[in-house]
């Protein structure tokens, strides 16, 4: 049974569902450091914004974002003047938002930096016969000392996710970068480098999965990169006039809320952890984390997935014991039960769909553990926003987390306030509509 909390909304029609599709979009007045490097599949700024004002959140208050991937949530406190920590397990996510939450850097020296860095690069390429520019009909030739990966990390990588010679000129400027390292620029030309990599340079295309489209057997590489670069010196510009909040970010698991955060120091939680289907989140990052360095083996990419909430069987392992924190809540229990049902009465039999039911009950049970340790740094009455959706990926057995979610904090001892509806989605599989919605949660604090 639904709770008085749920604010339930009818289905949308045809012009809700074009409301629902403008939603997540980032607004043009938005882009000033988000559109620096963001996960496709981020919130919006708005969507931070309305909660920073209806939580009330001034100066004097501190967000807290466990989830925070590329710091969409970090860079808006900013903007407003408000103190924010992320945490974050996946390292080239954690890299981007940490170098988004810095404005330090002066603007002209940055972009002087990097444009004797295009020199260089423009230069060794042009000593083994490549240049740089579009290539219409006639293709660079390949050169005698031809830069790539390893076999190792390039098994790590989608096939064909990028196409050798851009590759060769990417790790040129890499090095190049890396060779004239300085403290003030390094971090924000890598990570134009990712940005320009992933949406200029690579083979990649971003739909509802991450893949491959439009072989580039030749594309530019240092002008893309310079203009990411330019992009963001324009940005820091106009952010030297805006009074900025502080902002730290932490490598670590949400589900262990780090000692580096003071006990009873949170105001507000603003996050939107992973949902429960079969996306694995680091193969939106692949390709630029294993460029910069950032996973090298699949001893690398293990030990990350480790440290994330189970949201995918991508994720799973033998020793993991987050289900156990979901034996209390029997509703967990039967839609696993049903999954797992559903699973034996269509005849599935891979290794992926016997493991649905169970992460399932991984990811409820994780996100439960992630509530239960996120108590210790709440400021009583402190106020929580959590996007979550409803997904169906399981065997079209229809998951409806908020719902879900809202029942487990409720037993922790949060106050459930709403579940305000963000936008609608129509299941392509199962043609139900789908939540995506905003849990929102009190904590009243020990007494």
């Known amino acids: 049974m639904e709770q008085d909390y749920d604010r339930v909304c009818e289905p949308a029609g045809p012009l809700q569902a074009t409301a629902n599709a403008t939603a997540n979009r980032m607004l043009d007045g938005d882009r000033g450091c988000h559109d620096w490097y963001r996960f496709v599949l981020s919130f919006p700024p708005h969507l931070v914004r309305e909660y920073i004002d209806r939580f009330g959140l001034t100066s004097r208050d501190t967000v807290l974002d466990p989830f925070c991937g590329t710091g969409t949530t970090l860079v808006e406190c900013k903007k407003q003047g408000i103190a924010s920590v992320g945490l974050e397990a996946n390292p080239l996510a954690c890299f981007a938002a940490r170098t988004k939450a810095n404005w330090t850097p002066d603007p002209d020296a940055l972009l002087s930096h990097a444009r004797a860095i295009a020199a260089a690069t ?14 219409l009909f006639r293709p660079s030739p390949m050169p005698k000392n ?106 670590g698991d949400s589900r262990e809320i780090l000692k580096e955060i003071e006990d009873n120091s949170i105001s507000a939680v603003i996050t939107s952890p992973p949902y429960p289907n079969e996306k694995d989140y680091t193969r939106t990052t692949r390709l630029e984390s294993v460029v910069l360095g950032f996973i090298s083996s699949r001893e690398d990419l293990r030990a990350i997935k480790r440290n994330l909430v189970r949201s995918n069987t991508r994720g799973v392992y033998k020793d993991d014991i987050d289900d156990q924190w979901a034996l209390s809540f029997q509703r967990v229990h039967d839609l696993a039960d049903e999954i797992e049902r559903r699973r034996i009465e269509l005849g599935k039999t891979s290794g992926f769909e016997r493991t649905y039911n169970r992460v399932v009950r991984l990811y409820l049970g994780g996100m439960a553990r992630h509530l239960a340790s996120l108590r210790r740094v709440l400021k009583p009455g402190a106020r929580l926003a959590y996007v979550v959706g409803d997904q169906a990926s399981y065997l079209r057995v229809m998951i409806r987390t908020g719902e879900i979610m809202s029942d487990i904090a409720a037993s922790l001892g949060f106050q459930v306030e709403s579940r305000d509806l963000f936008r609608t989605r129509i299941a392509t599989a199962t043609k139900e509509w789908l939540r995506e919605e905003v849990v929102v949660l009190r904590w009243p604090g020990e007494g």
């Open 122 to 135: 423009l230069e060794t390429l042009a000593q083994d016969g490549v240049e740089d520019v579009q290539a």
């Open 146 to 251: 031809m830069r790539t990966l390893t076999r190792e990390q390039q098994s790590l990588l989608l096939k064909d996710s990028i196409s050798p010679l851009p590759l060769h000129k990417t790790l040129v400027l890499r090095d190049e970068i890396q060779s004239r390292f300085d403290v003030q620029h390094c971090d924000h030309e890598l990570l134009a480098l990712a940005k320009a990599l992933v949406f200029s340079i690579s083979n990649l295309h971003f739909g509802p999965e991450v893949g491959v489209r439009n072989i580039k057997t030749d594309i530019p590489v240092v002008a893309p990169w310079l203009q990411e670069v330019r992009n963001t010196s324009d940005d820091l510009c106009a952010l030297q006039s805006v009074s900025h909040g502080p902002a730290s970010v932490l490598l």
